[in-house]
């Protein structure tokens, strides 16, 4: 069983981070169930990013930081993003930083239109 837990900000804003972040895996990673990934919500991030995300000791083990800030789809897809970072560091990706981001930032885009139509 996939394990998130949110951190920070108001309850509000952490069920609807866990809620996203549990529609993501079910979207990109459907048939795996260990994921631990711990979510923080912060008020600023250094470099002024929307958010980060490193793995733990193994491909398992994720940390997200999202700026709690963020509002509406700017804020979702923001987890979004994060979230196909996850999927990579799962899968041990070892394509370019930059090859990286570019599918990320075209995975959230999609994403959100997914979830969109899922009336979420």
Not at 25 to 42: A, H, Y
Request: contains cysteine.
């Amino acid at each position: 069983m996939n394990i998130i837990e949110v951190k920070g900000s108001f309850k509000k804003q952490r069920v609807f981070t866990e809620e996203i972040a549990k529609w993501c895996i079910g979207e990109i990673l459907p048939k795996v169930r260990t994921l631990d990934i711990t979510i923080s919500l912060l008020s600023k991030l250094d470099g002024g990013v929307d958010g980060y995300q490193w793995s733990g000791e193994n491909n398992r083990q994720h940390f997200i930081e999202i700026n709690k800030n963020l509002i509406d789809d700017d804020f979702i897809t923001a987890v979004m993003h994060e979230m196909v970072h996850v999927k990579q560091d799962y899968r041990k990706d070892n394509r370019t930083i930059k090859a990286k981001e570019k599918e990320a930032y075209e995975q959230q885009e999609v994403l959100y239109e997914r979830w969109l139509e899922n009336d979420n």
